[in-house]
């Protein structure tokens, strides 16, 4: 099965930028999107298709994709953004499976 | 603003059975796939089925498979998960989750209930 790869924790100080990686297989071929889960909270879609963000996401929050690795950037890095992030795939080449990596849990020092 | 709520979770043993609903409104339920994704105590996301708008077709993650139904009602805007012979590694918080148009992606979810498997 596919397999995605986080990092389990990045940390960043306030107004800096935050990149989250995430690690697949020729994952630059795939759409990668990605989710902010809050402590005791539902997840919450970021950026879908590989940089695309829901209305109400702001522009601080951006997402690329390339080879064997999406990134996940938050610029200005709020003390609101601390959280923990997902990444996730739709893997249609064995039998239709979405795959979640392990999650990063950004930290704003 | 689309509204999922979950129901159905709590306490059951080991081997026991217990049937997931969410309610869903605010949009036309029976356009979209949708899906249970699980997250165990202090652990990750991981998704567990989704189904086709008319329920003809059926994903689940390997660990569920001929344990767990996905299954839904668009008369009643319903989506139920059927869980028999539970196991311990089955406690989680599980949410529903709307599927994009692509089924690629859960552009909105609901707060989950709880599943706890313990003698």
């Known amino acids: 099965s596919y397999v995605l790869t986080q990092p389990p924790s990045v940390s960043v100080a306030p107004g800096m930028t935050a990149r989250i990686t995430c690690g697949g297989n020729s994952i630059g071929s795939k759409g990668v999107h990605w989710y902010q889960q809050k402590p005791g909270q539902a997840p919450v879609l970021v950026i879908y298709?590989?940089?695309d963000r829901p209305s109400g996401i702001p522009e601080r929050i951006s997402g690329s994709n390339s080879g064997n690795t999406a990134t996940l950037t938050i610029s200005r890095v709020e003390a609101g953004d601390e959280a923990d992030y997902y990444c996730q795939v739709w893997d249609n080449s064995r039998d239709h499976q979405w795959v979640f990596g392990g999650g990063t849990k950004l930290t704003v020092l | 603003e689309v509204q999922l709520v979950e129901s159905g979770g709590g306490l059951v043993q080991p081997g026991g059975s217990l049937r997931l609903s969410c309610v869903a409104s605010r949009f036309t339920f029976s356009y979209y796939w949708m899906s249970w994704v699980r997250q165990a105590p202090g652990k990750g996301l991981e998704w567990v089925a989704n189904?086709?708008?008319?329920?003809?077709?059926?994903y689940y993650v390997d660990s569920v498979t001929g344990r767990f139904t996905i299954s839904r009602d668009n008369a009643k805007n319903s989506l139920y998960l059927q869980m028999n012979s539970l196991r311990a590694e089955d406690t989680a918080v599980y949410y529903c989750a709307r599927v994009d148009s692509m089924i690629s992606y859960f552009d909105n979810w609901g707060q989950g209930t709880l599943v706890t498997v313990s003698s």
């Open positions: 189904i086709k708008q008319d329920g003809s077709e059926k």
């Open positions: 298709y590989n940089k």
